[in-house]
């Protein structure tokens, strides 16, 4: 059962433009979301995280939004540049430290 | 900031042999490690947690006795795929917490190990 879901496995943007990466998660017990890009063969890196008293957290290029009755959260890169192709995780904590993660969606931008 | 080294990057390594994956902080002690298991275009799967000084805690599915985790100090965990095979070939990454701050996790650069 996919408690973090991340339902498009790929992106393409164009340079410039804005990326919105969704992320939808089923248990209502989570109250911290976070952002992880990973390139292969790499680890994964931190990007934004937001708490679940928030409904939104901005940092630089990157905008993360929470919809808690939707249980919906997306993150916004803006503007879009190539060095931004990667793929983007998002994670969620609850009552444990164990990070849940979704599976993963790949952005590519492109000039 | 707090780095995560893990060690080696990439092994390759004879059906029935075992191999050790090692897990570093370097500049914070980590009484929380946790290993994660990466199978091509899928998302990370939690393996299990490693506390300092206990026995770690799988999740389920995953064989502790194929798996072997030693988190013998503050700065180090090990994993040790045991006979390995060539399904257990991926992408094995750890994790860690700070004292100072629970999340974001920190994580090592991953070791892809290939079994043939």
């Known amino acids: 059962d996919q408690q973090v879901k991340q339902n498009s496995p790929s992106l393409s943007v164009q340079e410039g433009r804005i990326s919105i990466l969704n992320c939808d998660y089923t248990?209502?017990?989570?109250?911290?979301f976070l952002w992880y890009k990973k390139y292969p063969a790499e680890g994964p890196t931190f990007l934004i995280s937001?708490?679940?008293?928030?409904d939104k957290n901005e940092d630089g290029r990157f905008t993360v939004f929470l919809n808690k009755s939707a249980k919906h959260l997306s993150l916004h890169i803006v503007p879009s540049q190539p060095g931004d192709s990667a793929v983007y995780f998002c994670?969620?904590?609850?009552?444990?430290?164990?990070?849940?993660f979704g599976t993963g969606t790949r952005l590519q931008v492109f000039p | 900031g707090a780095v995560v080294s893990q060690h080696p990057s990439w092994v390759i390594c004879k059906s029935g042999t075992s191999v050790k994956i090692e897990c570093r902080s370097l500049?914070?002690?980590?009484?929380?490690m946790f290993w994660y298991r990466q199978f091509p275009k899928q998302s990370l799967m939690l393996m299990a947690t490693?506390?300092?000084?206990?026995?770690?805690?799988?999740e389920q599915g995953v064989e502790k006795d194929k798996f072997l985790i030693n988190h013998a100090s503050l700065t180090l965990s090990t994993l040790t795929v045991t006979s390995a095979h060539p399904e257990d070939s991926s992408f094995y990454i750890c994790?860690?917490?700070?004292?100072?701050?629970?999340?974001?996790?920190?994580f090592g650069n991953g070791t892809r190990l290939t079994v043939t």
């Open positions: 994790s860690a917490l700070t004292p100072a701050d629970n999340s974001p996790l920190h």
């Open positions: 248990n209502s017990m989570f109250d911290y």
């Open positions: 937001i708490s679940s008293i928030k």
């Open positions: 994670a969620a904590l609850g009552n444990t430290d164990k990070l849940i």
């Open positions: 500049d914070f002690q980590a009484t929380t």
């Open positions: 490693s506390n300092e000084g206990s026995k770690a805690t799988y």
